[in-house]
């Protein structure tokens, strides 16, 4: 039979593993990021009512937040509020307004939200800056925006957006969303909900061009022509800059989520010992600056400069002074609404 000594000393391990489980639950908690949609921040943009409890003539509805994130009412001037709830708000204001009034009691009630936002481009109906007022998902942003543009192909209404090279930008980094697997296949674990600052990015699938990137002196998109290749897209793209590897280039093609990846040898072509290599509209041509020996080692080094030209090229050609380039600070943009 089991003691009661034991008994005890297996309970007690128990209570101390229940314990340390709790507290390592509470520190990983504590160091994840509190999303805006459970915790909503003010920020330039916003509009807050202000009452002072028993003193109407005092009340100031429509008090909007500065664009450099501070308020003022009353005697109070340019306090900084930005990243502040509405119930620290409060608190903050109330102590700053103690050194005027005696015991100042405020109510705070927000009328316009609209300092976070997101930016979506491309095949879609309306293109821009749309304000965060409530959580939304993918999907429902797509909707918002009078859903992916269409056209006609041998009679038939087609939508014009390529879902395998459409992207979603988080700063600075492209979301691992596949497009394709949430519109084809149902797959709802693709339909993530927005973040301010999100860049939705849906690609053309009438685009006929392929892309050089990388150690290249232009880089940036080429239109396709018949015959195209890796040798004539490199010279097209005036050649090699000084210290690229030409002995590995990689070639992506296909879906970002699932890409296909091809390395060619130029120096082998350039040598007349191997053929050289064709290409496909929507290819990516990457050279790097130095020695890799396994495609997945520049990979996302490569769809990372692809990202950054496809966007550049598209609000270049379609919005010049207008949206800035996602993947610097985000200043200075157009609201759509």
């Known amino acids: 039979m089991i003691s009661r000594g034991l008994i005890v ?6 209570v101390l593993c229940s314990n340390l489980s709790a507290q390592a639950d509470a520190s990983e908690k ?14 330039p943009g916003d509009v807050v009512n202000i009452r002072f409890y028993g003193r109407g003539e005092l009340d100031r509805p429509g008090v909007r937040i500065a664009p450099d994130g501070t308020i003022s ?3 109070v001037n340019s306090l900084k509020v930005n990243e502040l709830t509405i119930d620290e708000l409060r608190t903050t204001l109330e102590g700053a307004l103690r050194e005027y009034h005696r015991d100042p009691r405020l109510i705070i009630t927000p009328w316009e939200l609209k300092s976070k936002r997101y930016v979506i481009l491309g095949k879609v109906m309306d293109k821009g800056v749309f304000t965060l007022d409530r959580p939304i998902t993918l999907l429902e ?14 009679q038939s209404t087609v939508e014009i ?22 519109y084809f296949e ?17 690609a053309s699938n009438l685009s006929n061009e392929y892309f050089v990137l990388g150690s290249v002196a232009q880089p940036g998109a080429q239109g396709f022509s018949n015959r195209a290749s890796v040798i004539s897209a490199v010279t097209r793209r005036e050649g090699f800059t000084e210290g690229s590897w030409q002995d590995r280039v990689l070639v992506v093609r296909g879906s970002m989520s699932d890409p296909e990846l091809f390395v060619v040898n130029v120096k082998a072509i350039l040598a007349g010992s191997e053929p050289d290599f064709p290409l496909e509209p929507g290819d990516i041509v990457y050279v790097n600056d130095r020695p890799w020996y396994k495609a997945e080692q520049i990979l996302d080094t490569a769809l990372q400069n692809f ?9 270049n050609e379609n919005v010049p002074d207008g949206i800035t380039n996602p993947w610097f600070k985000r200043t200075g943009w157009k609201d759509s609404e």
């Open 9 to 14: 000393i297996f309970i007690l391990l128990n």
């Open 141 to 154: 942003a797509i909707a918002r925006s009078r859903g992916i543009e269409t056209g006609l192909f041998e």
């Open 161 to 182: 957006a390529d879902l395998d090279r459409s992207f979603i930008i988080r700063n600075g980094e492209r979301l691992d969303v596949d497009f394709a697997k949430l």
């Open 73 to 75: 009412y009353l005697q």
């Open 186 to 202: 149902g797959d709802l674990s693709q339909n993530v909900y927005l973040e301010p600052q999100d860049y939705i990015y849906l």
């Open 307 to 315: 990202l950054k030209s496809a966007t550049s090229t598209w609000v």
């Open 30 to 43: 504590a160091q994840t990021p509190v999303s805006w949609r459970e915790r909503y921040t003010l920020g």
